[in-house]
């Protein structure tokens, strides 16, 4: 059986504090942490991360190709796990004094395959309005939702992307090429 490898944490390279009700009015901090992402022994990079303060606490090493890698897969993981949790699901999580309703509030990036998700409902839902058929107006209501966060989150990364793409960083960037 191979031996599996659990990176060090190292130094906190990235903390999130969320903030967990319960129905009583108890608030529980809910913390998410990113250790330095750490060479494996002959292959990949690991990073370990951390959550505690939800009903099931995580501490597990993801990997990456490379340092970079593992930091961005540990994001998209730590996402994923928070918006799994009891705590988003039960409408409980909160950050910035404001409660996380949808998985674009949690502000940790996500996979592709959500956007493609809201994608494809919304392209159901036009083909059954083509039809005439009646459509829930709850769940119709969510898929607006959903829809209209995901245009926020796809407006925020438009606009991050011209930010770190002004005439100055792209002359530098033009310069340091490799050859």
């Known amino acids: 059986m191979a031996q599996k490898f659990v ?7 990235a903390r999130r504090v969320y903030h967990s009700r319960s129905n009583d009015g108890r608030v529980r901090k809910v913390t998410v942490e990113i250790g330095t992402p750490a060479a494996v022994p002959g292959s990949d990079w690991g990073c370990r991360v951390r959550i505690s ?33 009891r705590e988003f699901l039960d409408g409980r999580l ?6 996380a309703k949808s998985v674009f509030e949690v502000a940790l990036p996500l996979p592709l395959h959500s956007v493609e998700s ?14 005439d058929t009646n459509i829930d107006k709850e769940w119709r209501a969510g898929v607006l939702t959903v829809l209209r966060n995901v245009e926020k989150e796809l ?19 033009r310069g340091s090429r490799d050859s």
Do not use: N
């Not at 990176?7 to 390279?13: E, K, L, N, S």
């Not at 490379?66 to 799994?84: E, H, W």
């Open 155 to 173: 407006r925020l990364r438009r606009r991050w992307t011209r930010m770190s793409t002004t005439p100055s960083s792209r002359k530098r960037s």
């Open 94 to 99: 909160h950050l910035w004094d404001s409660p």
């Open 53 to 85: 303060g939800l009903s099931t606490a995580v501490d597990r090493t993801v990997f990456g190709v490379d340092s970079v890698q593992a930091l961005s897969i540990a994001l998209v993981y730590l996402g994923m796990m928070v918006t799994s949790s």
């Open 7 to 13: 990176a060090p944490f190292g130094r906190c390279v």
């Open 118 to 131: 809201a994608l494809e409902q919304l392209s159901w839902i036009l083909q059954r309005m083509k039809v």
